[in-house]
């Protein structure tokens, strides 16, 4: 852990003393170290293979055996085996990376960007579901998209009140049941009704898609389909599903439990019809909610009392406090990164990319213990290069590229590593200075995020008083110097129309050279309104649709216009 720290204007930080004893605490410093630590190593495909210090057997994961007496084959295959010496039994987990991310030849494309809970259509039950998201990857493709970048589908915990944020996650393994299309005759026009209100009421929707669920439930008679789903997953469905039958019932129940597996299974199918129309780019949160599934069932990997979150900076003066559950490197390596690997494999799965969130946080990440706050926060080291190399391995497994989302504070090195290891980086015109044509190759490139105002918002000035209105200490000059660079991007006067703004700043984004573009919908649709306002309780955070139906946005003139600027 640092004991100091460089914040984003450069100062020098000295971390409290107390902060420190904090993390220590969280780490079980004062208890023996975890069970099994340094039995994992990560080698290289095709490298000079390592020589052993002991004869061992080598299990590899595709069953087969062989005795090792000195050095490890030359040609082991990518994946996950075993290394048992014959001196003692010592295991050590072996994991054999192509080191570098799967990266597909002549990448050169474009998307939208788009929560999924804010894209409606006439048949959705007051939220964006899956068949939604077909849909959009169906007509996108058509107009010459190649990918649609989509906000995280983790599964947030069960019951009222629903967590609005698809950044709090319940499980990052599992997906939220709000996205599931559901079709029920007793329910249909009492739930599409709710398509006309541009709040999504989480709780009403949850409940009645459970009664449906629980309806369509009671006429299952089983499928193989269910039973190979249930076996692939595993130990890992069958926590996550107890998890949420305790969290219902209070106790134990296995037919409450078998049916979060059945809503999981239809929910994986679902998602896999959408993947077909169109490469679909996932999004994993960087922590869990700490009293979610993960936490509850991976317990011995996560650290207690402390939760992720970001120093102080130009946009976030206070410094922010996610309030979620960080890995604890030295026991996730002790579980041979078993909950990692997990994590990351779900995250590709119906995937052709993966955008990791805050991607400086497989170097490290900013602890803030509890009832501390983020000023009095400090840094934990994790293990960068294991953890990179297992998301090499689970990227090729799933022939899916990686976006590593870079913005913010971002120490010296990082981003080198990262574009060695092929990750593509994510690039914001609001910030990166100059002409968007000298922007990298090997990068996601894009005007804004559901974290900053939208062109709208920003153009008009209506953002600025969203921020007063929910209490924030706004940064007027920052967002003037936001505004002006738009105005230069877009070669526009002070008094454009937002369409010609939008307009002008997407051809500018446009000239980027970098391998994605990504527009969002809710700037092509001139919404003020952005996705959310961090550190705020807003109450339009997270749940507000946007202002058309899907039906209406594929025939509306301003998002086609985006779509030809951005067709290359």
């Known amino acids: 852990m640092a004991?100091?720290?460089?914040?984003?204007?450069?100062?020098?930080?000295?971390?409290?003393?107390?902060?420190?004893?904090?993390?220590?605490?969280?780490?079980?410093?004062?208890?023996?170290?975890?069970?099994?630590?340094?039995?994992?190593?990560?080698?290289?495909?095709?490298?000079?293979?390592?020589?052993?210090?002991a004869p061992a057997r080598l299990l590899t994961e595709d069953g087969g055996e062989l005795d090792i007496v000195d050095a490890l084959p030359p040609d082991l295959p990518v994946g996950y085996h075993r290394l048992v010496t014959h001196r003692d039994d010592h295991v050590t987990r072996l994991i054999v990376s192509p080191r570098m991310c799967f990266l597909p030849e002549r990448l050169h494309t474009w998307g939208w960007a788009v929560q999924l809970y804010a894209l409606r259509s006439?048949?959705?039950?007051?939220?964006?579901?899956?068949?939604?998201?077909?849909?959009?990857?169906?007509?996108?493709?058509?107009l010459g998209a190649g990918m649609v970048l989509v906000s995280p589908l983790h599964a947030p915990s069960p019951g009222v009140p629903q967590q609005p944020s698809p950044y709090y996650p319940s499980s990052r393994r599992f997906r939220n049941l709000l996205h599931l299309r559901v079709d029920d005759e007793q329910l249909n026009e009492t739930a599409r009704a709710m398509n006309a209100d541009r709040?999504?009421?989480?709780?009403?929707?949850?409940?009645?898609?459970?009664?449906?669920?629980?309806?369509?439930?009671?006429?299952?008679?089983?499928?193989?389909?269910f039973d190979r789903y249930v076996a692939e997953q595993a130990e890992s469905l069958v926590g996550y599903a107890n998890f949420c039958a305790r969290r219902e019932r209070g106790h134990a129940d296995p037919d409450r439990a078998r049916f979060h597996m059945w809503v999981q299974w239809s929910l994986d199918h679902q998602l896999e019809v959408a993947s077909r129309e169109l490469a679909l780019v996932h999004d994993l949160a960087v922590g869990v909610d700490p009293d979610g599934a993960d936490a509850w069932v991976d317990h011995h990997a996560y650290a207690n009392g402390v939760s992720v979150g970001a120093p102080p900076d130009e946009f976030n003066t206070s410094g922010q406090d996610w309030g979620l559950r960080p890995f604890d490197p030295w026991r996730l390596r002790a579980a041979g990164y078993g909950p990692f690997i997990e994590t990351v494999r779900a995250g590709f799965r119906h995937a052709g990319g993966l955008r990791v969130d805050?991607?400086?946080?497989?170097?490290?990440?900013?602890?803030?213990?509890?009832?501390?706050?983020?000023?009095?926060?400090t840094y934990?080291?994790?293990?960068?290069?294991?953890?990179?190399?297992?998301?090499?391995?689970?990227?090729?497994?799933?022939?899916?590229?990686?976006?590593?989302?870079?913005?913010?504070?971002?120490?010296?090195?990082?981003?080198?590593?990262?574009?060695?290891?092929?990750?593509?980086?994510?690039r914001l015109l609001y910030f990166e200075p100059g002409d968007p044509g000298a922007l990298p190759e090997n990068a996601l490139a894009a005007v804004t995020t559901h974290d900053l105002p939208?062109?709208?918002?920003?153009?008009?000035?209506?953002?600025?008083?969203?921020q007063r209105e929910a209490g924030m200490r706004a940064n007027e000059e920052g967002e003037a110097q936001l505004r002006a660079r738009v105005r230069?991007?877009?070669?526009?006067?002070?008094?454009?129309?937002?369409?010609?703004?939008?307009?002008?700043?997407?051809?500018?984004?446009?000239?980027?050279?970098?391998?994605?573009?990504?527009?969002?919908?809710?700037?092509?649709?001139?919404?003020?309104?952005?996705?959310?306002?961090?550190?705020?309780?807003?109450?339009?955070?997270?749940?507000?649709?946007?202002?058309?139906?899907l039906d209406q946005i594929e025939q509306d003139e301003r998002v086609r216009g985006v779509a030809r600027a951005l067709r290359r």
């Open 199 to 225: 709040h999504v009421d989480r709780d009403a929707i949850y409940r009645l898609k459970v009664e449906a669920l629980e309806r369509q439930w009671g006429r299952f008679s089983g499928d193989a389909a």
């Open 488 to 549: 230069s991007l877009a070669d526009v006067d002070d008094d454009a129309p937002v369409d010609a703004v939008v307009a002008g700043t997407y051809r500018a984004l446009a000239r980027a050279p970098s391998a994605l573009l990504a527009a969002t919908l809710d700037d092509a649709l001139a919404v003020e309104e952005r996705p959310n306002l961090p550190g705020t309780t807003e109450a339009g955070n997270w749940s507000r649709a946007l202002p058309l139906a």
């Open 3 to 53: 004991t100091g720290y460089r914040d984003a204007s450069g100062a020098w930080r000295e971390v409290p003393g107390t902060t420190l004893d904090a993390v220590l605490e969280a780490m079980g410093a004062d208890g023996e170290p975890p069970a099994g630590d340094e039995h994992v190593r990560c080698i290289g495909a095709g490298e000079p293979p390592p020589r052993l210090d």
């Open 454 to 466: 939208t062109l709208a918002g920003l153009w008009t000035g209506r953002d600025l008083v969203r």
């Open 358 to 377: 805050h991607v400086m946080g497989l170097f490290r990440l900013f602890w803030v213990p509890d009832g501390c706050g983020p000023d009095e926060g």
């Open 122 to 142: 006439r048949e959705s039950w007051g939220i964006g579901d899956l068949d939604d998201l077909g849909r959009l990857a169906r007509w996108s493709r058509d």
């Open 380 to 426: 934990v080291r994790y293990p960068a290069a294991d953890l990179l190399d297992i998301l090499a391995v689970e990227s090729h497994r799933a022939r899916a590229f990686v976006v590593g989302e870079d913005l913010g504070t971002v120490e010296e090195g990082v981003r080198a590593d990262l574009a060695r290891r092929r990750v593509l980086s994510y």
